[in-house]
Every structure is written in C-alpha cells, then in structure tokens.
C-alpha cells in the first residue's frame, strides 16, 4: 500500500502522526500538524499510502481541483509521509483515519518508521472534555509504557471501549518496541466541533517541550485571541448558554450537564460565522 518517492537519510527522527476521523476535537492533531509542517525546514513528501480502496468515499470523499491550462484533477485520500527538520529531525504522517484494514495500515507504518530509523513516536489528536474556554487547554497523555507515561506528566484517565486508528497504531509501536506517547489536547466540549487555535497552540507547546522540537508557537497568538473574542462575542448574545459557561469555571465537572445544551448554541454562532 505504501508508495516510496525515496527513503531520506535522517538522524534519530521522532515520527509525529495525526489520523483524524473518529476523534480530534478542535482539530488539535490535523491544526498541530499544519502549523508543523509549514515549519519545517527542507519539507520533503517521500512517500503517501493509498486510501483509494480502505475508505468509505461517501463519508470521506476525494476532492476535485483545476490545474494549469484548466485540466481538472481528482485527489484520491492518501496518508502522506513527509521528512524535514524542527531542532531535530521528523516523520510526519497524516491523513484520514482509513475505514478497513487497521492492522494492515499500521504495519504499514511501523514498517516505514523502522526502516527509517525511528526509535520514538508521538500522536497528537484533541478530545471534547467538560472545561472553560477561558482556562488553559490541558494536554494529557497515553503511552506505550508506564515508564514513559509518567515521563509525559498528565496522564489521560484509563479507558475501556471503542477507539480509533491512533490507539492502534500506538499500540503497534509498543509491540515493535518504539516508543510512542499520545498526547489529547482537552477541548472544551461546546465549542469540540470547530477548529481550536488555542487547542492546537497547547498541543505544539507541549509536544515542542517533551520531544525538543523547534517550533514558533507566537504564530498562532492572534489567531488565539480572535478566535476566544469569537466565543465571548457568541456569549454576550447568548446569556443562558454563558451561565452553563460560568458554572463549568466554578463547579465541579462531575456535576454539571452532558454539555449537549452548550453545543447547539455556541457551536453553531461559530459555525455561522465563520
């Protein structure tokens, strides 16, 4: 499945993955991958693994665009690998999470990052959780080991039930004896469905301290304060929804509604904005 343009030469790279579907809040994993790889320097696509026939194209669809001299071309999804270097060398890979054939995919590229080199991974991806916007968007982690799960600080709260490919593909590099650390931007749940600036900022914030990586996270600072003036404008026409906002500042979480009240409200005033 997977296409090799040709195999970089790289020093001790950390692979950074992002496979968004059935999980990323606030987009956490796809902005933080962005925002990444538009730093990188000598970004180089190396290789891409064909999801042509592993998705369901009704729900992830190939998309059409024009080229010079008004040819139109269809982009099949694809998982792209990409080499480059941010204070250190990186694997980036990223793309949708594919409908069938999870182990096959994450042998795929387990395969690619042994071949590389790899001895330590990391994925990033956002979850809705029952926070303020107003507050600092915590980041916990899953990892591969305990040892290195205290390594990471925060812990996510142990979970039993449906999971996504990332899960899969960490466990994947556990069994090939790499090292891989999930961290989870924690999104505030009424505003999970639209795009995060401050989610994605604390995802790289955090993944630049653990894996010392080189990366400006001051370009993301206006974006952040449009983005939170954005919900406090939805609030101020919205009273009732900023109450529930309060109570999430002052009450314990365990006590509060599912969220579900909030999400109608806010979700859709940035929707309909932006």
């Known amino acids: 499945m997977l296409t090799v343009v040709r195999w970089p030469q790289l020093r001790e790279p950390l692979l950074v993955a992002a496979l968004t579907g059935w999980v990323d809040a606030g987009f956490a994993g796809a902005g933080a991958m962005e925002a990444l790889g538009s730093q990188l ?5 190396f290789a891409t693994l ?26 099949w999804p694809r998982i792209a690998l990409v080499a480059g270097h941010a204070g250190r060398d990186l694997v980036l ?12 995919v994450a042998a795929e590229i387990v395969d690619a990052a042994q071949r590389l080199g790899v001895r330590e991974a990391v994925t990033v991806a956002g979850m809705p959780a029952l926070l303020s916007h107003r507050r ?3 980041v916990l982690a899953t990892a591969t080991s305990r040892g ?3 390594q990471s600080g925060a812990l996510r709260a142990d979970y039993a039930g449906p999971t996504g490919m990332q899960t899969v593909l960490q466990y994947a590099f556990g069994v090939a004896d790499i090292d891989c650390t999930g961290l989870w931007a924690q999104v505030p749940q009424y505003v999970s469905g639209s795009p995060s600036p401050p989610a994605v900022r604390a995802v790289l914030s955090r993944l630049a301290e653990l894996f010392r990586i080189d990366v400006d996270l001051h370009v993301l600072d206006s974006r952040c304060d449009a983005y939170v003036a954005k919900v ?28 579900d009240e909030l999400v109608s409200e806010i979700e859709r005033f940035l929707r309909d904005e932006t």
Request: proline share 10%; hydrophobic share 30%; net charge negative.
């Open 41 to 45: 320097d000598g970004a180089e696509q």
């Open 50 to 75: 064909d999801l042509t026939d592993l998705l369901d194209l009704q729900q992830t669809r190939p998309t059409a665009r024009f080229v010079k001299g008004g040819l139109r071309v269809i982009d």
């Open 148 to 150: 290195l799960a205290q």
């Open 136 to 138: 600092p968007i915590p």
């Open 232 to 259: 406090e404008e939805g609030l101020a026409e919205r009273p009732d929804v900023g109450d529930l906002v309060r109570r999430l500042e002052t009450e314990n979480a365990q006590e509060m509604p599912s969220g």
């Open 93 to 104: 890979v990223h793309g949708p999470e594919p409908s069938i054939k999870w182990p096959s």
